[in-house]
């Protein structure tokens, strides 16, 4: 069986731009800076004393391409879930801590695979680093320094008026120095904002003042809609100047929404191996066919595909053949038929009503003859 070289490559040609240099450290098996790859991460939304519940929601999010996943401990209860949860999590845990130091060292006792702390929201946090570190740097877990907009030490609002860029960063770069007072250098550091010209902003400094792998977020951004753009816009922003080695979208969805989005967006700057990319016309006065509805249709029927496959759904005559021409597979409709396009050539026309079927039996032809190297990176 001859192997299909696809029309999308698995590293992108040019780079959109050489990734910043910062130093390396692994949340269990996944690297994090220092060239690695960027990674999405996402959060579970339930108890996670409810170890059942969890466990479920962490399996949905691994299916949905999450690399790491972050659970909340606000209660001695959440706390004694941890080890079950990391011991059978089929990705890496990473235990979120508020208010209350004593859930470090039951998250690092517990095996937990990193763990995120809030310095703004933990009472005295500055005189608690000494103890996390040497835990932490006996267990070789690495620890999240996550800066919040809304939870901002209360000395640096006083000083700075509002969360800043630059109180948001001085936050982030004092904690770090007191973790490396003590030897501790396995760190990794946000400073969220949900504003994402103040978030750019604050990442942009931070950069430019550590080595430390960052973690990018734009917190709070809002229902599915105005949070995908958001963190896209932010994202896109920083990620496209090489400063960002993991991310997580935060919306008012299901986590395993952030993941999509947050997958969605490495692969349109290139930075993760495209899978399914449907390439559709917006319509015009020029379409002779419903291109919302075969696109709908067509992206359903092939959901799941996991060889990097570009599908063209074009709706006229004009950048119809010439998009569908240059996709791996495409239709180019009008006049109620449409000319099926594979790998730059053409195979067949079929009637409307049979476009979708079509175009999904070609594509699963063309995952048939992938070679099986294409098909695992």
Same mark, same amino acid.
């Given at each position: ?36 790859? %960027?990674?999405?991460?996402? /959060? ?27 659970? =909340? ?9 941890? $080890?079950?949860?990391?011991? @059978? ?10 208010? #209350? ?11 937990? =695979? ?20 040497? =835990? ?6 690495? %620890?999240?320094? !996550?800066?919040? =907009? !809304? ?6 609002? #006083?000083? *700075? ?20 007072? *003590? ?8 400073? @969220? ?50 400063? +960002? ?16 989005? +947050? ?21 015009? !006065? ?25 599908? $063209? %759904? /074009? ?11 240059? &996709?791996?597979? +495409?239709?180019?409709?009008?006049? !109620? ?6 790998? +730059? ?17 070609? &594509?699963?032809?063309? &995952? ?10």
């Amino acid at each position: 069986m001859t192997a299909v070289p696809l029309g999308v490559p698995e590293v992108p040609a040019r780079p959109v731009a050489p990734r910043r240099r910062s130093r390396q450290i692994h949340v269990g098996p996944v690297a994090v800076g220092g060239g690695a790859p %960027v990674s999405v991460q996402s /959060m579970t939304t339930t108890r996670t004393s409810d170890i059942g519940a969890t466990l479920q929601q962490i399996a949905e999010l691994t299916a949905a391409g999450c690399q790491i996943v972050r659970v =909340a401990c606000p209660t001695q209860d959440d706390a004694d879930a941890l $080890a079950t949860i990391a011991r @059978k999590s089929q990705i890496p845990v990473i235990a979120d801590i508020h208010f #209350q130091p004593k859930y470090v060292f039951a998250a690092l006792e517990a095996g937990c =695979a990193a763990v995120r702390v809030n310095p703004g929201n933990i009472k005295k946090f500055d005189d608690q680093v000494r103890a996390i570190a040497r =835990a932490a740097g006996e267990r070789g877990t690495p %620890v999240r320094i !996550g800066v919040n =907009a !809304g939870s901002l030490d209360r000395r640096l609002l #006083q000083k *700075h008026g509002r969360a800043t860029p630059e109180a948001l960063v001085e936050s982030a770069l004092w904690e770090a120095s007191l973790f490396e007072e *003590h030897g501790f250098r396995d760190i990794k550091i946000s400073v @969220k904002h949900n504003d994402p010209v103040v978030m750019i902003e604050a990442y942009t400094q931070l950069a430019e003042s550590c080595d430390y792998p960052l973690h990018l977020g734009v917190t709070e951004a809002g229902p599915a809609f105005q949070g995908t753009i958001k963190s896209a816009v932010a994202f896109g922003a920083l990620l496209s100047r090489g400063i +960002g080695d993991t991310v997580r979208v935060s919306l008012s969805a299901p986590p395993a929404e952030e993941v999509k989005v +947050g997958i969605q967006i490495l692969e349109s700057l290139g930075l993760r191996q495209r899978r399914l990319e449907i390439v559709s016309c917006p319509s015009c !006065g020029r379409a002779q066919v419903d291109v919302y509805k075969l696109a709908e249709e067509v992206t359903a029927g092939l959901d799941g595909m996991e060889v990097p496959l570009r599908v $063209a %759904v /074009m709706g006229c005559v004009v950048n119809g053949p010439g998009e569908a021409r240059e &996709a791996d597979l +495409g239709v180019a409709s009008g006049n !109620g038929k449409g000319q099926i396009f594979v790998k +730059g050539e053409v195979v067949k026309t079929v009637p409307e009503s049979r476009i979708v079927e079509t175009l999904i039996e070609e &594509a699963m032809k063309l &995952a048939e003859r992938t070679s099986p190297a294409e098909q695992s990176s």
